[in-house]
Structure formats: C-alpha cells, structure tokens
C-alpha cells in the first residue's frame, strides 16, 4: 500500500525538489502551454492535483485561470504558500475519496509531472476519475502528464545514479529511490487502454504521447 508513503516521500524531498526534480524553466514554459491550450476559457476555476511547489500556478494565473491546489504533502504545501502569487491550497490525498469539494465546483483538473503515477491499484484511478467526474462540470477538462509504459523499460534498465534509482517490481511497477533523502515510493503504470477506461463513464478520454516516455491524458467530462 502506497497509503502514508506517498506524503513520507514528497515531505522528504519537497526542499530539493525544485533543484532536482523539477524540468528546467524554458521546457516547463513549452508544457505549460500545451496545457493551458486544452483548458477551458479563462476564467476557469482549475484544481491543481499534486500542486507541490507550485511551479505551473504563474503560468495558470497568467493565463487568467483560477487555480486551488491540493497535496498530501504538507511540506510542499508550506513552499507553494510562500509564493508571490498565492492560491486556495488544500491539504489532502487525492486518492482518497470523496475530494473536499462540493459538486460541479471546477472548471478543469490537471495533474503534472507524473503526480498519479503513485496509485495503490487500477481501483483508485477509477475511484478518482469518479470523484473528479463529481467536483468538475459537464463539458470540463481533465488534463494529466502521465509516464508512458516504455518509461519503466528505459527507466529499469539504467545504472543507479548518485541520487535516484529504480528498481523494477513488476511488468508495470516500480520502487522510486530518491538515495539522498532516504525515502522511495511505488509506481504503477497504466496503458493507454487502462487510462481510458479508469476514467470512463465520467470522462470521455483521449492519449496523446509527448516523447517516448511520457503521455498526455486529455479528458473531456461528460
């Protein structure tokens, strides 16, 4: 179970994460803009599912958007917060169901830089899907950087750096290492198939690869 490990792992690395993990400004700039373009007119009201730092929100703001975001992590939470800009933040862990937000209160969802790689099982995607169907509107959008499957193999089959390490568990899972902090974390990895179908019937789903490694999950409520 992932349940507790999750929020351990991003705590752990939520003072580094900036630095180590996250993609460098000009591609965070491109990508921003690629999701931005399958969002609703702004003003949308946006939940930001694993908003971390925070690190897309001026781009959301900038668009027009009104983004809240929500994480598990309460050290992420505490570094988004500082932000010049600052944004609704709500402390919870989306798998867990139901979502602290009444019905139909988004326009849009998003979910960047692999946020739902880490669920339990195909059980908690459909669970979700459900209540993102129940928080976001008719003819909403749900967007979602995913790694694709052949991220694992190429992932799997690399030595271990000084900092990270990945240890393949199953034909679609892994144990994340960050060496560092100490901490890991579980990852389960969807087909194109699966991603379609967890989110059905509430979202009418469409993947679309961005390289080799990762996918865009672009989902239409309704």
Request: net charge neutral.
């Given at each position: 179970?992932?349940?507790?490990?999750?929020?351990?792992?991003?705590?752990?690395?939520?003072?580094?994460?900036?630095?180590?993990?996250?993609?460098?400004?000009?591609?965070?700039?491109?990508?921003?803009?690629?999701?931005?373009?399958?969002?609703?007119?702004?003003?949308?009201?946006?939940?930001?599912?694993?908003?971390?730092?925070?690190?897309?929100?001026?781009?959301?703001?900038?668009?027009?958007?009104?983004?809240?975001?929500?994480?598990?992590?309460?050290?992420?939470?505490?570094?988004?917060?500082?932000?010049?800009?600052?944004?609704?933040?709500?402390?919870?862990?989306?798998?867990?169901?139901?979502?602290?937000?009444?019905?139909?209160?988004?326009?849009?969802?998003?979910?960047?830089?692999?946020?739902?790689?880490?669920?339990?099982?195909?059980?908690?995607?459909?669970?979700?899907?459900?209540?993102?169907?129940?928080?976001?509107?008719?003819?909403?959008?749900?967007?979602?950087?995913?790694?694709?499957?052949?991220?694992?193999d190429a992932a799997a089959a690399l030595p271990a750096d000084e900092h990270r390490r990945v240890i393949r568990t199953g034909e679609r899972t892994c144990?994340?290492?960050?060496?560092?902090?100490?901490?890991?974390?579980?990852?389960?990895?969807?087909?194109?198939?699966?991603?379609?179908?967890?989110?059905?019937?509430?979202?009418?789903?469409?993947?679309?690869?961005?390289?080799?490694?990762?996918?865009?999950?672009?989902?239409?409520?309704?």
């Open positions: 179970m992932n349940k507790g490990g999750v929020a351990r792992f991003f705590d752990a690395i939520a003072a580094g994460y900036d630095r180590s993990y996250a993609p460098p400004a000009s591609d965070s700039r491109v990508r921003m803009k690629q999701v931005i373009a399958e969002l609703p007119a702004p003003p949308a009201r946006v939940l930001d599912l694993g908003v971390g730092t925070g690190r897309e929100l001026p781009a959301l703001l900038d668009a027009g958007h009104r983004p809240t975001g929500v994480d598990v992590s309460r050290a992420m939470l505490a570094r988004c917060a500082r932000r010049a800009r600052p944004v609704p933040l709500v402390h919870a862990d989306f798998w867990e169901t139901p979502l602290p937000f009444e019905k139909n209160s988004f326009d849009a969802a998003i979910a960047l830089h692999g946020t739902l790689a880490h669920p339990d099982d195909l059980a908690a995607v459909r669970r979700l899907g459900g209540e993102l169907g129940r928080v976001v509107r008719r003819a909403g959008r749900f967007v979602a950087e995913v790694p694709s499957t052949a991220w694992l144990l994340y290492e960050d060496t560092n902090a100490g901490v890991s974390i579980r990852a389960l990895l969807l087909d194109e198939d699966e991603w379609a179908d967890a989110l059905s019937p509430h979202w009418k789903a469409r993947i679309e690869p961005r390289d080799n490694y990762e996918w865009l999950v672009i989902a239409e409520r309704v």
